[in-house]
């Protein structure tokens, strides 16, 4: 039992924490037989790099976009999306980025740009070794999702870029992030609320000394649904990451976690206290038989 509920929580956690949904992993080869990969050699998989990667060399002394690949269908369905993966790069002389177009059915396009200081959404500058990369893109206000996605290096001068693969995933609607972190609120007092009133029948049957097994159990079951929300209120600390604030989730799990945790402790040895008065009432009674 308590095996499943701990694989159950880290279940729980893990879906939360890795919010986003991939629709797709790019493979170099792939879209190089599909004629979708405009620049690049690609370097197969090694024992230093255990993954397909693609190079990209600019000789140029001044300003050069190249064309990497194009996406087609991507199938996105939510207004916020992306495209991940890693990068690599030397010699970078200047600020380089990489950059996604999105294509819309209207005629419209727009671009995501790594022009950050820092993060995944960081500049190409100088050297470094594989990093994380997101280009992200967000429309809440249209219905219209992109037909089309086409990825570029751009840099100021001369340099190398490697990639390795890349996914395009996508992530739940702003509108729905609001409406959790709106209601998270009622979601903890109703948790409070229910969480009281299962407390108080619980402490009734362990006061009675009966049903010891359900009463062990449901608050087992509180403990790791804590235990769920105190480690899912740690990955809320990073922007974004879910759409609930943190400190709903803190308090979520002070409501679960220490209250339970404490109350299983004492409910215990009240039935183990009722279960040996139980026996000496029996070998009372014998001894008097």
């Known amino acids: 039992m308590r095996r499943l509920l701990l694989a159950v929580s880290l279940f729980i956690c893990t879906q939360v924490a890795f919010g986003d949904e991939m629709l797709r992993e790019i493979s170099w080869a792939q879209l190089k037989q599909a004629g979708q990969l405009t620049h690049g050699a690609i370097i197969p998989a090694d024992a230093h790099t255990p993954f397909e990667q693609l190079q990209i060399v600019s000789t140029a002394r001044q300003s050069t976009t190249v064309e990497v690949m194009t ?3 991507p199938e996105i369905t939510s207004a916020r999306y992306a495209i991940t993966g890693k990068v690599r790069y030397e010699n970078v002389a200047g600020k380089a980025y990489l ?3 999105s294509f819309f059915p209207d005629g419209t396009f727009y671009a995501s740009r790594t022009l950050a200081d820092t993060g995944p959404t960081q500049s190409l ?4 070794d594989w990093r994380l990369f997101s280009l992200p893109f967000t429309m809440d206000d249209s219905p219209l999702r992109p037909d089309k996605l086409a990825v570029n290096v751009v840099f100021p001068s001369a340099g190398i870029v490697q990639l390795g693969q890349l996914r395009v995933v996508q992530y739940p609607d702003a509108k729905l992030t609001h409406l959790i972190s709106r209601n998270g609120w009622a979601l ?3 948790a409070a609320g229910v969480t009281g009133i ?3 029948v619980l402490a009734f049957l362990a006061s009675r000394g009966r049903a010891r097994h359900l009463v062990t159990r449901m608050l087992v079951v509180f403990v790791f649904l804590g235990a769920a929300a105190l480690i899912v209120g740690f990955v ?3 922007p974004g990451a879910v759409p609930i604030h943190p400190l709903q989730l803190f308090m979520l ?6 209250p339970s945790a404490v109350a299983l402790a004492r409910i215990r040895k009240r039935y183990e206290e009722k279960e040996l008065r139980r026996m000496d009432a029996m070998d ?3 001894h008097h038989g």
């Open 71 to 73: 996406v087609q269908n």
């Open 99 to 101: 950059e996604m177009w």
């Open 125 to 128: 500058e100088g050297d470094s």
């Open 188 to 190: 903890v007092f109703g």
């Open 198 to 200: 299962c407390y108080c």
């Open 236 to 238: 809320a600390l990073r």
């Open 253 to 258: 799990a002070a409501v679960l976690l220490a």
């Open 284 to 286: 009372a009674a014998s």
